[in-house]
């Protein structure tokens, strides 16, 4: 039986693997395989379907740049309708024909000798020259490890994985966690609810949400004038930028903090239920959320907020640290995700069979988040120190987009069959990376916060501008590279320094 053999294959269609594919396409290259485990595309934005799911960056910049959309509905992108924006881009770009879906990726492996990827799924085994993992960091739903979890009697499950035949209405539910899900979810969950208890360890920073919809006249216009809503997305982009001088410098972050600060006293007027809701670290820290619904749900007659810890979960109860006993029907967890163990790691087998997450013990590292000593012709998109708390991630997965194809027309000018960094150049892009996160507000402000790895070192965030993430990775530059197949190579493409 002969094998399926293609010149790219890509794992994922959210927005990093469509964005490949189409970029793929665009540059006239069709000789690609996406390979999918859902019967759908979306990734992140198909499989969270919690009530209330929506983006906390802009609609006008949460998109790609080459195929923006006129029509978003709110300033604030709601799940289902960036859901069925990816999938217009997978309909615009013709990429159905070349999507493997319901394929579970099982193993891939480096084959040396034949300088292809060895890829098996749960469909079928192929071959590819060049392997693009658009497996994102916010995949796997995270369980707290809570003694008892897995025993409660009643309906349990993770905010990644909403059940939606579970009957909530009048129902006494138990919410562990506080993150970005969380604060979208728990105001909706009140107005069903008969007792909602919200179990808090830490309290985030939470700014206000300027939503609302988006008029008919400014559709309108952008459809007419793209340019108009391309003049849009830039000023939303540049106001992002400005966010970043409150990570950097602190008086700045004081002035965040001031304002975080002013609006829960405007919405809280408990004291001792205020006090429960500030934090003690530095704004930043942890990643800010956006919400103008959440503090005032938690001052309702049917909302408790507990800070106690869980010390275990026997049968329907929930038992805390100080020895209460909560009673529940339904226990939701909107704890996240495991952002420093990408569960593509294990999976992924480069050269002597190591695989990624044997190379990434005990910290995950790549050259311009990108690519991987012992790895070859493989490319991560929204790898290694790649994440951004302040702008939009689309922004950095268009400028891995331009890295990875003019790494492959590298390759096709030089006929070059394997491109692998060299060490030393990741080790060094890495230590200056590490350098500046040192003293940075995700290492030294006074949290602990899923940017961080089981040893402390941020190995999920880029410690600068995303309009530095994107000159870092403006230029493919072969001397970072070892080349097997080539021609004698040409004179260097210089590649902006990190500094």
Known sequence: MTTRHVRVAIIGSGFSGLGMAAQLTRHGIRDFLVVERAPEVGGTWRDNTYPGAACDIRSDLYSFSFAPNPGWTHRYGRQREILEYLKGVADRFELRPRILFGAELRRADWDDDAAVWRITTSVETFTADVLVSGNGPLIDPKWPAIPGIETFTGPRFHSARWRHDTYLAGKR???????????????????????????????????????????????????????????????????????????????????????????????????????KLTPDYRIGCKRILISSDYYATLTKPCVELVTDAIASIEGHEIVTADGTRRRFDVLISGTGFDATHPSIAPLVHGRDGV?????????????????????????????????????????????????????????????????????????????????????????????????????????????????????AVRRFDPTEYELSGAAPARAPVRQPALS
């Open 173 to 275: 539910i138990a919410v562990i966690g506080t993150g970005a899900s969380a604060i979208q979810f728990v105001p909706e969950l009140q107005k069903i609810a008969g007792r909602l208890t919200i179990f808090q360890r830490t309290p985030p920073w939470i700014i206000p949400r300027a939503d609302g919809a988006t008029s008919g006249g400014r559709r309108r216009w952008f459809a007419r004038l793209p340019v108009v809503q391309r003049l849009a997305r830039t000023a939303i982009f540049w106001s992002a930028e400005a966010r970043f001088l409150g990570f950097r410098f602190k008086p700045i972050g004081r002035v965040f903090e001031a304002v975080s600060r002013r609006y829960l006293r405007s919405q809280v007027a408990d004291p001792v239920l205020r006090a």
């Open 355 to 471: 695989s990624l997450a044997e190379a990434w013990s005990p910290h995950m590292s790549a050259l311009r988040g990108t690519t991987v000593h012992g790895f070859p012709n493989l490319f991560l998109l929204v790898g290694p120190n790649t994440a951004l708390g302040h702008n939009s991630m689309i922004y950095v997965i268009e400028a891995q987009l331009g890295y990875v194809l003019q790494a492959l027309r590298f390759m096709d000018a030089t006929s070059t069959r394997v491109i692998e960094p060299r060490a030393a150049a990741q080790a060094a892009y890495n230590e200056r990376i590490q350098h500046e996160l040192s003293d940075s507000v995700w290492t030294t402000g006074g949290c602990r916060s899923y940017y961080l790895d089981d040893g402390g070192r941020n190995t999920t965030l880029w410690p600068r501008r995303a309009g530095s993430f994107r000159a």
